[in-house]
């Protein structure tokens, strides 16, 4: 049985001990990690572990040793309560071994976990637990969090009274951070707002909301979006002076200047198409003004030209790759007066 959006939420926050077995799969390894940790805890509780009903495995070892989950699901333990045998980074190569399992599977038995990476539609393991009667399928795709998800999240947090532009900044956070450093976030605010019985603000999520790792080229990018084609020639005596490549500069100029040619494209406006990119959380006021102030046509020049000097840079050219970048960027910046 497949589960997804919201139904699937649910399920990890309260799945059916009564049911064999669940897969969990997903391209994102910290998304199918954080949810395999939650159902686990869901099932056996928070001392579930410390009193051993909790048995683990990777998918070598049950390649080496097939009876391994078999085993696990059917041995008795010491303390009472219910169990988990879990199998972590599972391949099409265990269809065989874990399908026995389920197999046998009987009430009171452990309920089997099972996680895996990207696997395909017609993948051996996601079809075994797809078409079993009682078993429970669930695919972790790399796409924003829902609502609900979110709002699951704020909860565990401790963080109930939000403003409502307040919430807004955390939708963009949400979009913006793997799912892992979410949470980090949010703990974070929550600590911040220990206490402070004032609803959360926007200038709360700013004042915790992590710093980019590449400020500076961030620094120099926003420039040349701004049209300060004057402050592009300093930034890039400092990002050269770092040992930046000018490559890695003209991935983030491109990058960036997509994203606005998106937001400027979006029938909503080019402020809900910021909304929905995955852009730096203090970035997207100004990244939504910059598309507006741009247009689509001149978004569209000046990704054609970042195009054409990022294969130049890529080439056999011995054009020196500091100064072509710097050149194209002040060219783009000036285009925009």
């Not at 949810?35 to 909790?54: C, D, K, S």
């Not at 452990?110 to 075994?128: D, E, H, R």
């Not at 003209?250 to 406006?269: S, V």
Request: glycine content about 10%; hydrophobic content about 45%.
């Amino acid at each position: 049985m497949i589960l997804k959006g919201v139904e699937a939420s649910r399920y990890f926050a309260k799945p059916d001990p009564g049911r064999p077995g669940l897969l969990i799969f997903g391209t994102d390894p910290m998304r199918v990690a954080l949810r395999r940790q939650e159902v686990i805890a869901a099932l056996i509780g928070p001392q579930g572990e410390g009193e051993m009903r909790l048995s683990r495995m990777s998918g070598g070892d049950l390649r080496k040793d097939g009876s391994l989950l078999l085993d696990a699901i059917k041995a008795v333990g010491f303390f009472p309560g219910p169990r988990v045998a879990f199998v972590e980074d599972a391949t099409d190569t265990l269809a065989e071994p874990i399908g026995v399992a389920l197999k046998e599977w009987k009430p009171g038995d452990a309920t089997i976990v099972v996680t895996g990476g990207g696997l395909t539609g017609k993948s051996a393991l996601k079809t075994l637990f797809d078409k079993h009667p009682a078993a429970v399928c669930i695919g972790l795709y790399d796409e924003p969090p829902s609502r609900e998800e979110i709002e699951e999240a704020l909860k565990k947090a401790g963080l109930r009274d939000i403003d409502r532009e307040a919430m807004t900044d955390l939708n963009t956070l949400a979009r913006a951070l793997d799912p892992g450093d979410f949470r980090q976030t949010l703990e974070k605010i929550a600590l911040y707002k220990y206490g402070d019985a004032t609803p959360l603000t926007p200038a709360d999520v700013a004042a915790m909301a992590p710093a980019t790792i590449e400020a500076e080229v961030d620094d120099l990018i926003d420039a040349v979006a701004e049209g300060r084609a004057n402050a592009i020639g300093p930034l890039f005596r400092r990002l050269e002076g770092q040992g930046v490549l000018p490559v890695t500069i003209c991935i983030g100029a491109l990058r960036h200047f997509r994203i606005l040619h998106a937001a400027a494209a979006d029938p909503g406006g080019p402020g809900v198409g910021i909304q929905k990119a995955r852009v730096n959380f203090k970035q997207k006021d100004a990244m939504g003004r910059q598309a507006g102030q741009w247009g689509m046509r001149a978004l569209e020049a000046a990704v054609a030209q970042l195009l054409e000097t990022d294969l130049t840079l890529r080439s056999t050219s011995r054009a020196p790759g500091m100064a072509l970048m710097e050149r194209a960027l002040i060219r783009i910046a000036m285009s925009r007066r």
